[in-house]
């Protein structure tokens, strides 16, 4: 049983930055792809960073320059695996729930941000409010 568990959501005035954590704990393996996904309620779900086991990254247009997913490997094992997200110059339309998943398998980054739905294990979710 994996479970993934995400910190670091609050609240900040535009401009500000957070810093989102999240760590997936159960056996994943060695071949996988971590990513953040953010939601509003009643919009659909959207794909925000992704990252691979080999350190490839994708970004959505909307947070490119802004926002920088990182793992490090030097604290990951087959069944421990982390993710931050450094998320700068934030904006009103970044509000929303953050959520942290994992996926198993060799996929490349972009193909996990298409999985908004369909990735293997999910956190429950962090809450980000940019607001002044």
């Known amino acids: 049983q994996v479970q993934v568990m995400e910190s670091g959501g609050g609240s900040v005035q535009p401009g500000g930055s957070l810093r989102l954590s999240c760590v997936a704990s159960?056996?994943?393996?060695?071949?996988?792809?971590m990513g953040w996904f953010r939601q509003i309620p009643g919009q659909e779900r959207e794909g925000v960073a992704a990252?691979?086991?080999?350190?490839?990254?994708?970004?959505?247009?909307?947070v490119k320059d802004r926002f920088t997913i990182s793992q490090d490997l030097s604290k990951n094992t087959l069944d421990l695996h982390t993710t931050d997200l450094q998320m700068n110059s934030l904006k009103p339309e970044d509000t929303a729930m953050y959520y942290c998943?994992?996926?198993?398998?060799?996929?490349?980054?972009?193909?996990?941000?298409?999985?908004?739905?369909?990735?293997?294990?999910w956190g429950k979710g962090t809450l980000v409010n940019v607001s002044s």
């Open positions: 998943a994992a996926t198993v398998g060799i996929l490349t980054p972009a193909q996990a941000l298409g999985l908004k739905y369909g990735m293997d294990y």
């Open positions: 159960g056996y994943i393996g060695s071949t996988y792809c």
């Open positions: 990252i691979s086991y080999d350190g490839s990254i994708t970004y959505a247009d909307s």
